[in-house]
């Protein structure tokens, strides 16, 4: 492990840390729009830590929903984060009942991406925790600022926001699509099948759903094969 590629990762891993925490401006907004208190606000971001699932049960409660539903919607969000523990599993691969379950809470979107794209295990395990930490640490003060205060958050800034998730990831996606990348044009295929599944489901299904479709059909495409016999 050299320590550019380590530096790299740790630049990489912070920066987005950072710039999706800061989203927790708006979740914190969207929970005082829907009735709740900042510390239920703060408690929710706290123990559930994952945004779509989150912001899933604001929205439906802030909609007039049952509490019921609001779970049930957080939950189907939710299990795309099973399908990314089994692919981290093996990679992190955690020692201990207490490990275990504080690498399972930090299993999101943006920790998986970071420790997939990662040259190698360690760098992997390097970079899914200090992704972690910093979207915790800052996601969770941001969440307080958005529930105590910024709920007059202007659109300007909701749109700004807004681009921020979809712009990591694609800074992220890029280096492994391109042409000197190992295997792009195979890379490329799997990335377009996903977004394929998901803008055909999109106006079929509730929201997210989509996205475990679209996980699903990802991993099924890039699942090992067997070399055919000589």
Do not use: K
């Amino acid at each position: 492990m050299s320590g550019t590629a380590r530096t790299a990762v740790l630049r990489d891993a912070v920066g987005l840390g950072v710039a999706v925490g800061l989203y927790g401006v708006a979740f914190g907004a969207a929970a005082d729009a829907a009735g709740l208190d900042p510390w239920q606000a703060l408690v929710m971001s706290l123990l559930m830590f994952t945004g779509a699932s989150q912001f899933a049960l604001v929205g439906v409660l802030g909609a007039g929903g049952s509490g019921a539903a609001a779970i049930g919607s957080a939950l189907l969000l939710g299990t795309r984060n099973t399908v990314y523990g089994v692919r981290l599993a093996p990679l992190l691969a955690p020692r201990g009942p207490l490990r275990r379950l504080g690498t399972a809470h930090w299993v999101i979107d943006e920790t998986t991406a970071l420790a997939v794209a990662a040259p190698d295990r360690g760098l992997a395990r390097l970079a899914f925790l200090a992704g972690g930490a910093s979207i915790y640490v800052v996601w969770n003060a941001t969440t307080l600022v958005g529930a105590l205060g910024a709920a007059a958050l202007g659109e300007t800034a909701q749109a700004a926001l807004d681009a921020v998730v979809p712009a990591a990831f694609l800074a992220l996606l890029w280096p492994r699509l391109r042409a000197g990348a190992e295997e792009p044009a195979v890379a490329r295929r799997v990335a377009l099948g996903g977004a394929a599944v998901a803008l055909a489901l999109t106006p079929f299904v509730p929201a997210g759903v989509q996205v475990v479709a679209a996980v699903v059909a990802v991993a099924l495409a890039g699942r090992p094969r067997r070399e055919a016999a000589a």
